[in-house]
């Protein structure tokens, strides 16, 4: 079974700190998805990064890099030089790739609670 | 391009009734999936639809069941209303091809008092 833990139920920082957020996954494939996805406080989950399983390369986009470890399955997501408009619950996502039938379902951890004061 | 779309956006009902939510999925997506998800904890899988048929179901009772429609767009209706199905209901739409990434709508907010 899939299972995903964000330890982390809430972090608070100052403006322009940076900032990670952790999620451990467990799975039994070889082959999977990671993902994260943000939700301000509309509602609305907003999609982040996909990664799979094979591709252990950190990515950056602006602010905002992760870094995947197999090895510890691990999938930690950096914010650098938060701002307020950071401020949401950010979850951290898993499926996986081959399943009878086709479905892909997503399963989520518990979220992390980030607020970026001024 | 319009994004995922759902309505309508609050619902209340009483404990008993029945309920039926739309989701219109992102253009060009084929798959939808639906999701509850509790106050302060992360979205539960309910089931995912393609072609019509249900592909993947989470540990949900038959009170939950769904449909899909020829244009792609999904219907969720929850039988027996409980209190505990009192959450904001998610839909995500993907291209069922490659395992694509889901895109959600804003939700449904259901009150069940």
């Known amino acids: 079974a899939q299972k995903v833990t964000q330890a982390q139920t809430e972090i608070s920082v100052v403006e322009k700190e940076d900032v990670t957020l952790d999620c451990v996954y467990e799975?039994?494939?070889?082959?999977?998805?990671l993902f994260w996805y943000k939700q301000p406080p509309s509602g609305e989950l907003v999609f982040l990064i996909r990664r799979n399983s094979f591709d252990e390369q950190n990515e950056i986009s602006g602010r905002y890099s992760w870094n995947f470890q197999k090895s510890t399955s691990s999938f930690n997501f950096t914010i650098t030089a938060s701002q307020v408009v950071d401020s949401a619950v950010y979850f951290c996502?898993?499926?996986?790739?081959?399943?009878?039938?086709?479905?892909?379902?997503?399963?989520f951890g518990t979220g992390t609670q980030l607020k970026v004061e001024l | 391009d319009a994004g995922v779309t759902q309505s309508p956006t609050h619902l209340i009902k009483t404990r008993g009734q029945q309920v039926t939510l739309r989701c219109s999925p992102k253009?060009?997506?084929?798959?939808v999936s639906w999701y509850q998800q509790a106050l302060g904890q992360g979205p539960q899988f309910i089931f995912q639809?393609?072609?019509?048929?249900?592909?993947q179901r989470g540990n949900f009772p038959d009170r939950f069941s769904g449909h899909q429609f020829p244009n792609y767009s999904s219907e969720l209706n929850v039988n027996a209303l409980l209190l505990g199905d009192s959450a904001l209901y998610l839909c995500?739409?993907?291209?069922?091809?490659?395992?694509?990434?889901?895109?959600f709508g804003p939700g449904t907010r259901l009150t069940v008092l």
């Open positions: 253009s060009g997506h084929d798959t």
């Open positions: 799975t039994r494939d070889t082959t999977y998805y």
């Open positions: 639809y393609y072609e019509e048929e249900e592909r």
């Open positions: 995500a739409s993907s291209l069922f091809e490659g395992r694509d990434t889901q895109y």
């Open positions: 996502a898993l499926s996986e790739a081959l399943i009878t039938g086709g479905g892909n379902k997503l399963t």
